[in-house]
């Protein structure tokens, strides 16, 4: 690895987004909303009404002029005359004037004059057409106003959100039953080297169960990619480069990324073209990393240890591609240190933490151990970016952590 083509962790994102603008990756699809579930959303969700469009009963009870409840107790009810029942999902016909109620059910539309409802529980029925209510109810008491909900105009949801159930719910009550996304790019994951296993496989000596594909193939799932196939390579120079020419958006390679003798990933990607675009992040862990173009195609060369695979997808490829697509990046909160961490490296200290609550404020424990212990993963819940200039941290700083899960 040529040390001046190191990149920094920025440099490294920044690359990544100029060729995803360059290629464009970006293509915009409608969509029926309810199979939305997972993709980019493309376009801002407005809303085109005001939500409720009127006013609506949020009880079974009755629809009156709050002033007519003032006073009334279980020993000096109010009476008041019904005047009509107001049926589901039409309008009412009669108005409210002073001393009078509708039935009312939740969901209702209140009529003109009224401004509550008077839930049924606080009422009696006196005869046929009067009723005795025994409690005072306040101006627009169980009542949601026209426009409550959301009013004409407002921005319900920004684009670039991966779309979840609540936005789902969301566009159906605006009335999108069709939205705008982004058609998922697709993907082909590669797990190189012959110490690697099928994950149904018993243990050999020598050998390591694939985690990388299984790890990779449900992170980028959850990003909104297709993931069309897995495949695991023998380290086979010939067999690797014919992979690396599949023309597909993006391809992630793990392993064959650093100094071994076959550790081939950046040099066949120097002879495609584009080609290499680069081989080294200066980050710890995650430095052989490399990106490269194939024509259209991406390819994002990880390092075969699984936490180190896992550190810089988080911090630089789904960092790029969120800035790319304008996903929100995750929350980063503050919390304080309860270790000092050591950061002697010329190079940004990934720092992976575990997050507590301890009495009234979020503690950071931060997991050391060997990149290659998956067991790192148990507790993960957020990281910290330490930058190269740092000697580290000290126990009791406040720090922040971007929130992982
Ligand atoms: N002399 C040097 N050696 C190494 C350096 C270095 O700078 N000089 N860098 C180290 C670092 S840091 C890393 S990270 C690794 C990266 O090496 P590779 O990307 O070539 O990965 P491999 O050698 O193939 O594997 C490393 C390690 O990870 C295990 N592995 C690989 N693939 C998987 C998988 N799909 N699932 C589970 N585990 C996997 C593999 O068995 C090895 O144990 O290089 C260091 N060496
Ligand atoms: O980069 Mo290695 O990825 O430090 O473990």
Redesign the pocket.
Known sequence: ?DLLDVKTINEAVNLQVKVMEEIPLKKKILLETKNSLGYILASDLVSRDDLPSFRKSTMDGYAIKYKDSQGASDTIPTILRIVEEIEMGFEPKCRIENGEASKIYTGGMLPEGADSVIPIEFTEKFSNDLISINKPIVFMDNVIDIGEDSSKGDLYQRSGKIIDPETIAMAASLGYDKIEVYDKINCKII???D??LPVSSELYPAK??????YMLYSLLNSMGINVVSMK?LKDDKEIIRKELLEDIDLIIV???????K??FIPFIAKDLEPGLIYHGVSI?????TSLSLNNKTIIL??????I??YTVFKCVFQKAYNRYYNIEDSLKIKCRLVRNIHAKSAKTLIQLVDIERREDELIAIPIFGF??N?SLLKKVRGYILIDEYSEGLRENEYVWVSLIK
């Open positions: 690895m797990s190189t080297g110490e690697i390591t169960r694939d985690i990388n594909s695991h793990s392993g064959s990324s650093s100094k071994g076959k550790d710890k862990p995650g430095k052989p060369g990880l390092p075969g240890n699984p180190s695979a990149s290659n998956i």
